[in-house]
């Protein structure tokens, strides 16, 4: 098994490497930007609006015990079961005992990032279940057997012949260049699957504690299909996607549509309090809501980050983050990829394993000023560096360290190394990009710059002399 | 493997997120709260959220741009008569072959002019009848003017699958429905169901079903409603 870090050194290299794909990402993030600043301009005022978000986050996250007590009380009280998992073992076992217990035979899902943390469709198929993701770019990424790329546009790094080849192969379809076709395609596909499933999995954006309800937002009525025509539906959230009052979300629906696809409001979006209620035409007989811990309350515990669980997923600081843009989402080798993966990944999953995401920044901060909830994001990476050394410091990294510091202190040493630098690097094509060169890391793909042949310190004595100021 | 009880796993979590919560956050974002202590941030959302005209004309004339955006169908219609006239002529152009509906007093006086059947979903259906209705015909809660939203909910519009399933979804809504904003939506949903109980649906319609998941390029009726029409009756 590669480590992490090595395996996410090797793929960064492959993917910075390919321009084609990188430009095409590029392009489509430039679009989302476009429509994105169309729809913030629409607020009277973005700024507080995030401010507001923040807090009210704030408030459910530092009083997350008391409105997870609410939320559970109030959904129970609708005939919701609610079910709290600590694991992804506890979660997945919860959810294929209720399969098994109720004759499931076909599954439905629409998209839920939690259930990608949890490999939940890989554990439903080994029981022998059928899933079908019905999300179009979550369906793409099934039939490829490949992780979503992005959180919220799963399949944005495939071009449309691709997803034609796909179909073809997979599905059966006839070769098109239209999108519209390919998702009427997809459509055409899924449509009996939704009529044919049992059960139907969605994750949710937010979950209220004032009324025990689940909000899913999404744009093309997967969602909803998926549960409304199956009798059992079964959400799966992370703990961390509280909201304290209704209301809260008039202002986080549009908040997340702006910042996360650069839709003032996105298609649908759906709040649910129960299962089909008396009186009600339709609906499921059965509605259950499996809230995750999986080490949220590691993240919790960190009065520091702590607000990184403000998160609401929304993706707009992977849209604007240079290195997503130059490495691609699966590069991360994580179920969230950009800043704030790198930010959350090492809580999660272990620092020393992840903490070169957390390296992998130019520290820019475009993802802190893209956040609808302000969570300092770029802090926290620089937090992640200093915590990582803290606990199990790098044996050359400190001699370097200390080398350096020696240096800084001895201006005679200091001045004699700036004097023979130029020397130095006159030798410095000898080695340069080979596995001699000490630069290597630099000099493989840059050009490292010439040094002064004149120190500083020569400089200034020479303008005094000369009177000059 | 043995799982834990559902109870003893809600412990366990709720301790430890007790245990997580011992320390306060160190937080820079909320050095300088833009709220007075004493205002509730609720009571101030709409002032941040986008700009909503004060009145009726102004909030009709926002719904109908926001309509033109998201590619809704808006029409204001003087009649149940005229209403029925416009979905004859629908079902004209798309060749509908059958329409579903529910119970409701705007859908009764436009559905017993409709010269195309009628699959009622009141109280029991089979989905697979209902999947084959070219149109789904509901009322609504509200009509959102900022955000150019339906509010539908299980009660007023027929339940969960009759406003997304058929191909195209017709809306039939009173001017006395338009609303200015979201926190006004919420405010209604509030004062009519906040005692009594909520419905176990409720939804932002806003636009057709769409999808950008290929290159992100628009495309209408992802997986839901190619088309949706909105009638605005008096």
């Keep these: 098994m590669i480590a992490p870090k090595s395996l996410f050194k090797r793929d960064s290299a492959i993917n910075a490497a390919d321009v084609p794909r990188r430009t095409f990402v590029r392009n489509a993030l430039h679009g989302y930007e476009v429509k994105r600043d169309l729809n913030k301009a629409k607020f009277q005022d973005w700024q507080s609006a995030r401010e507001t978000a923040s807090e009210i986050k704030f408030e459910g996250i530092n009083h997350l015990d008391k409105y997870l007590a609410e939320f559970a009380k109030n959904a129970e009280a609708r005939g919701t079961k609610v079910f709290f998992a600590s694991t992804p073992t506890q979660a997945r076992e919860y959810i294929i005992n209720l399969a098994r217990e109720k004759n499931v035979r076909s599954i439905i899902k629409s998209k839920t990032m939690t259930s990608e943390e949890i490999h939940l469709n890989d554990a439903l198929e080994k029981e022998g279940f059928g899933v079908v993701e019905s999300d179009l770019g979550e369906f793409i990424q099934q039939l490829r057997n490949e992780p979503p790329y992005h959180f919220v546009f799963p399949c944005m790094h495939l071009k449309r012949d691709e997803i034609s080849q796909l179909f073809h192969d997979k599905i059966g379809s006839a070769q098109t260049d239209s999108p519209e076709e390919l998702t009427m395609i997809a459509r055409r596909f899924l449509r009996e699957k939704y009529i044919q499933a049992d059960m139907g999995i969605s994750g949710a954006n937010f979950i209220v504690a004032e009324t025990g309800m689940i909000s899913v937002t999404e744009n093309e009525g997967n969602a909803r299909l998926t549960t409304s025509l199956p009798k059992i539906h079964v959400a799966l959230v992370g703990i961390e996607k509280i909201l304290p009052k209704l209301e809260d979300l008039s202002l986080f629906l549009p908040m997340l549509g702006t910042a996360g696809a650069g839709q003032l409001m996105t298609g649908y979006n759906t709040m649910f309090g129960g299962p089909r209620q008396p009186g009600e035409t339709d609906g499921p007989e059965e509605f259950h809501v499996v809230l995750i811990d999986n080490h949220r309350t590691e993240l919790l515990a960190d009065a520091e980050q702590r607000d990184a669980l403000h998160c609401i997923r929304c993706g707009a600081c992977l849209n604007v983050c240079p290195v997503f843009k130059n490495i691609g989402g699966h590069t991360y080798g994580t179920t969230y990829a950009g800043p704030v993966g790198s930010v959350i990944t090492p809580h999660l999953r272990g620092l020393q394993d992840w903490k070169h995401l957390s390296g992998a920044s130019s520290l820019c901060g475009a993802c802190t000023e893209a956040c609808p909830v302000k969570i300092d994001l770029h802090h926290h990476l620089l937090q992640n560096r200093r915590n990582a050394a803290a606990e199990k410091p790098v044996w050359w990294e400190k001699s370097l360290w200390i080398g350096f510091a020696l240096l800084m202190r001895q201006p005679t040493l200091y001045y004699w190394l700036t004097k023979t630098a130029p020397i130095a690097q006159f030798f410095h094509p000898l080695v340069k990009g080979s596995i001699l060169d000490p630069m290597q890391a630099w000099t493989r793909t840059r050009e490292f710059p010439m040094s002064a042949t004149t120190t500083f310190k020569d400089y200034w004595k020479q303008k005094k002399k000369q009177g000059a100021r | 493997m043995s799982s834990p009880s559902t109870a003893d796993s809600r412990d366990a979590l709720f301790a430890r997120i007790r245990e997580a919560l011992a320390n306060p956050a160190i937080s820079h974002a909320h050095e300088h709260p833009v709220h007075p202590a004493n205002v509730t941030p609720e009571a ?191």
């Design chain 2, 44 to 234: 101030t959302l709409s002032q941040w959220l986008p700009a909503v005209g004060a009145t009726f004309e102004e909030q009709l004339d926002l719904f109908a741009r926001n309509s033109v955006d998201l590619k809704t169908e808006f029409k204001v219609v003087a009649s149940a008569e005229e209403a029925a006239a416009h979905l004859n002529a629908l079902a004209t152009e798309n060749k509908w072959t059958k329409v579903a509906t529910h119970r409701g007093s705007i859908n009764d006086a436009v559905a017993a002019q409709l010269t195309t059947p009628v699959y009622r979903v009141d109280d029991q259906f089979d989905k697979v009848q209902l999947e084959t209705c070219d149109a789904g015909i509901t009322e609504c809660e509200a009509l959102v003017a900022q955000t150019g939203s339906v509010c539908l909910t299980a009660p007023s519009s027929g339940g969960r699958s009759l406003s997304v399933l058929p191909p195209h979804h017709v809306v039939l809504a009173r001017r006395s429905q338009l609303i200015a904003d979201l926190p006004a939506a919420y405010a209604l949903l509030k004062t009519k169901y906040g005692a009594k109980g909520y419905p176990s649906f409720i939804s932002f319609t806003t636009g057709p079903s769409r999808t950008g998941d290929i290159e992100r390029i628009l495309v209408l009726g992802a997986h839901g409603p190619k088309k949706l029409t909105v009638l605005l009756l008096p």
